[in-house]
């Protein structure tokens, strides 16, 4: 089986887009416990980008799709909601949905990518973490999952010829 993990990028000063010292810090402990991956993608934005980095893994590619959604997605679900508010509002079609299906499609792609039983890792940005992990799995019942993911936070999926469950990757500081 095939795993993607989902991270939103550590700890920045804002309105600052670098990580500030603390970032680095829980980014590095937060790498030593993952890993390996055959494929990393971050976001274009630098926070995203230096997590990886920090985390001790290389970026094979930065896509402006998961550095931000636009003033439609947020204007449908503002940020920060919890998975099962955002997959509510995916259920109700409109710009969130048609945004998280774009994203579990370039998702699917990674998972082709890369071979069977490795790993591929994912760093963006609040928001975009919860409407992955809901457009990936559009039927999972998330109302035992916590609220909106945290720094370094967020799901790893599992991938069977499509994502078939998730479990949450909560960080405990």
Not at 32 to 56: H, K, Y
Not at 140 to 153: L, P, Q, T
Request: a negative charge; aromatic letters at 10%.
């Amino acid at each position: 089986m095939k795993t993607l993990e989902i991270r939103r990028h550590s700890i920045r000063s804002q309105p600052g887009d670098h990580l500030n010292q603390n970032g680095v810090t829980l980014a590095r402990l937060v790498g030593q416990n993952i890993g390996p991956f055959d494929r990393v993608v971050t976001s274009t934005l630098p926070r995203a980008f230096e997590t990886s980095i920090a985390m001790g893994f290389a970026v094979d590619e930065q896509i402006e799709l998961m550095s931000t959604y636009g003033r439609e997605v947020e204007k449908e679900a503002p940020w920060p909601m919890s998975f099962a508010e955002y997959a509510s509002v995916i259920q109700s079609g409109g710009a969130v949905a048609k945004y998280a299906r774009k994203l579990a499609k370039y998702y699917a792609g990674i998972m082709e990518y890369i071979a069977e039983g490795r790993s591929a890792l994912v760093i963006n940005h609040g928001g975009v973490v919860e409407l992955s992990v809901v457009g990936c799995l559009p039927d999972f019942d998330f109302s035992a999952w916590g609220g909106s993911v945290e720094y370094c936070e967020g799901a790893k999926l599992y991938w069977d010829d499509k994502f078939i469950r998730a479990e949450e990757l909560r960080v405990a500081l």
